[in-house]
């Protein structure tokens, strides 16, 4: 009885929204569920990988963002704008609508740049990885996550956006990891994993910074990470 009672207690505490607090949920587009339970938070709309990623910022410890100046591409509920001293959002089609490929703001422009399920809508992702890491300031870092990434080996890229895959120019596979270390050499990158705690599906976010700080944070912090890519001294 009490061994039910515990499961029942702890099935409860998983399912808490770790961005809202809620645990209120709803089938997600499509009717989709995730080891069967629906993962749209009813409160703050989010889904599996706002959490997983969310997840991965608790981790690392946001108090250490308070003198950080962060730009967001597209708005997403895995971070948090009270974390940094600004918050600046790049909107498509509206608030500051930088194109990822040739983004008009000077080197170092941001501390943080954060860019979720962005890159994939590009033609060319060398220039958006370069044009990300170029307005990271040496303060900071770029955060990058695409669509499960760990679900196929090979990216497969169309070369136009594909209506059938939500008009996505590509979907990559885990060798991302290769492009990274190909297009950014002077990068420091660490890949890290993390899992939402209601579904307990997971997801993958990476770290690329001039300062190999950040990179060694999360491993430090015994997070899921890995380095994907080293800078020689
Ligand atoms: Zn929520």
Known sequence: MTMQLDKFLKNIALSACNICGSTAFRDGPGGRRFNGIPPTCEKCGSLERHRALRSIFNRLDTSLFTDLIALQFSLDPSIDEKWFRRCDRSIYGKRNSYDLQKIPLPVGAYDVVVCNHVIEHVEDDRAAFTELCRI???RGFAFVSVPNPAERQKTADWGYPNPKDHGHYRVYGVDI?????????DTWCVMIKDTDPVTRREDIGFILSKARLWHDLPIRLGMRAKSVNKVAA
């Open 136 to 138: 990271t300031s040496t």
């Open 177 to 185: 990891v290769d492009r990274i270390k190909a297009y950014l050499p």
